[in-house]
């Protein structure tokens, strides 16, 4: 058998850069992957760095001659981590057909035919880990992107059956408030939603690294079909005391 290599897209961003650090932590090596080219070979550079194993390539998600392209590159892949994802908020009365379709197209069609590429090229059992948020339980201006992160829910069920009998286990991790990029860019007030919070603070990314890094682990192989609130809380309760 071959090195198990760790997949990762969406690696240029704040969660997935966490991972692509800790599964090569971890003893990975990482084949990390982005659209934004600048910011996934500052990825590889930061594992290369840090003494890990790494390989990296742009790649669009939404495209699956390149999904294809990246995944026949990889000579014993063993696990994938789904972290691309696109995020904006809308209120509700002014969300058209156009955002759902944008949101599906990235943030769970392309999770999923990426994921059935990846399971057919592992060949030694495997992991697939996919982000979805805790926004799929709901939220306020998210109607698009709670309804593609709640589908990832029940896609990352189904395929957990479908894969079991090649011990491929499929998870996902429901994030809520993590500092990156794609929160600051919503310019809320960063303290006010931490006291929010029951844990009184906002996630890391390595808090999300970590719970990949659980999944990721060949010891790992009796959790499938899973998801993980990572959320400081908040899916069991708000500050209001009642
Ligand atoms: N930050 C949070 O608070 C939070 C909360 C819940 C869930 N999430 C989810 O976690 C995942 C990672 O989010 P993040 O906070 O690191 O966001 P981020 O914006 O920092 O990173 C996302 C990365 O995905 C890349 N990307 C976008 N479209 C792509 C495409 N078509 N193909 C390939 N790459 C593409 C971007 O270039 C970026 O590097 C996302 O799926 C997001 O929805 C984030």
């Given at each position: 058998m071959g090195m198990k290599w760790a997949l990762i897209t969406g690696a240029g961003g704040g969660i997935g850069r966490a991972v692509a650090l800790r599964l090569s932590q971890?003893?990975?090596?990482?084949?990390?992957?982005?659209i934004n080219e600048a910011h996934v070979r500052?990825?590889?550079?930061?594992?290369?760095?840090?003494?890990?194993?790494?390989?990296?390539?742009?790649?669009?998600?939404?495209?699956?001659?390149?999904?294809?392209n990246v995944i026949d590159q990889i000579d014993g892949l063993y696990a994938v981590v789904n972290s691309a994802g696109i995020y904006w908020t809308k209120p509700y009365d002014t969300i058209a057909a156009d955002d759902f379709n944008r949101q599906f197209a990235t943030n769970v069609t392309a999770m999923f035919t990426l994921s059935q590429k990846a399971a057919r090229a592992m060949h030694d059992g495997g992991r697939i880990i996919s982000?979805?948020?805790?926004?799929?339980?709901?939220?306020?201006n998210n109607?698009?992107?709670?309804?593609?992160?709640?589908?990832?829910?029940?896609?990352?069920?189904?395929?957990?059956?479908?894969?079991a009998h090649l011990q491929i286990t499929v998870n996902a991790i429901a994030p809520g408030v993590i500092l990156t990029d794609m929160l600051r860019?919503?310019?809320?007030?960063?303290?006010?939603?931490?006291?929010?919070?029951p844990l009184k603070k906002l996630g890391e990314p390595d808090d999300i690294a970590h719970a990949v890094s659980y999944l990721?682990?060949?010891?790992?192989?009796?959790?499938?079909?899973?998801?993980?609130?990572?959320?400081?809380?908040?899916?069991?309760?708000?500050?209001?005391?009642?």
């Open positions: 971890d003893g990975f090596p990482v084949y990390v992957t982005d500052e990825t590889a550079r930061l594992v290369k760095q840090s003494g890990g194993d790494v390989r990296s390539s742009v790649l669009d998600v939404s495209d699956e001659d390149e999904q294809q982000l979805s948020s805790r926004a799929a339980l709901g939220g306020r109607t698009h992107y709670s309804a593609a992160k709640a589908a990832i829910l029940g896609m990352t069920k189904s395929m957990a059956l479908e894969l860019k919503r310019g809320d007030d960063l303290d006010s939603l931490a006291a929010e919070l990721a682990d060949p010891r790992a192989g009796f959790v499938t079909g899973q998801v993980l609130l990572v959320d400081g809380g908040r899916s069991i309760g708000g500050s209001n005391p009642f």
